[in-house]
């Protein structure tokens, strides 16, 4: 399970198989695996015995877990949740170099860990990076109604609350229809009377 390649951005990788998962559950391995390719690993590395169904059941239930990471604003219960898969999974960073990979960044326990594991300690230290970046949990969920994507907010000023422009758009216009209509009253349709 090698990371290199370019645009390699763990936290990213995990947020967008985080929004794929909850899109569907059971997504299938070979989505899985497109995820795993778009974000650095070979096509070598994630083919037929390399990625089991058993793996990316598994897989599945990581990226499930790490949701309720990203869904966590409190910088206090964030910081903790990242700290205890830290911990949890035995992270300590190394540097290795396996099947044909650069040497590259692991913080798994070893080069035999499982998908599951390495993905939950990359992407619980990629969390940690960023939470460290930014002074406070750069993630979570859209505020807009009715969407639940998640998003990482990793640029400068306020805090991201919405997962995309058009989101963001949205809850502006419908926010001014609201102060609209409690300055006018609701606005009467030409059908109306």
Do not use: K, Y
């Not at 929004?19 to 899985?32: C, S």
């Not at 390399?50 to 966590?72: C, H, N, P, Q, S």
């Not at 044909?100 to 326990?109: A, E, K, N, Q």
């Not at 990793?154 to 001014?176: D, I, L, N």
């Amino acid at each position: 399970m090698g990371e290199t390649g370019e645009g390699f951005r763990p936290a990213l990788r995990l947020v967008e198989l985080a929004n794929a998962v909850r899109d569907d559950p059971e997504l299938p391995r070979a989505a899985l695996a497109g995820m795993l390719v778009r974000h650095g690993e070979t096509p070598a590395d994630v083919t037929g015995e390399a990625l089991t169904e058993d793996d990316a059941e598994a897989l599945r239930g990581a990226v499930v877990r790490l949701t309720g990471v990203l869904t966590e604003t409190d910088p206090d219960r964030a910081a903790l949740a990242v700290n205890d898969l830290l911990a949890e999974c035995g992270a300590r960073p190394r540097l290795s170099r396996h099947d044909g990979h650069s040497w590259h960044l692991h913080v798994d326990r070893g080069d035999d860990a499982s998908w599951a594991e390495w993905f939950t300690a990359s992407s619980a230290l990629a969390l940690a990076q960023v939470f460290s970046e930014s002074g406070r949990p750069a993630w979570g969920e859209c505020a807009a109604s009715g969407c639940t994507r998640l998003f990482l907010g990793t640029g400068t000023g306020a805090p991201r609350r919405f997962c995309s422009a058009t989101c963001a758009s949205r809850e502006r216009v419908a926010a001014h229809r609201r102060r609209r209509e409690t300055i006018t009253g609701p606005v009467a349709s030409s059908h109306d009377g």
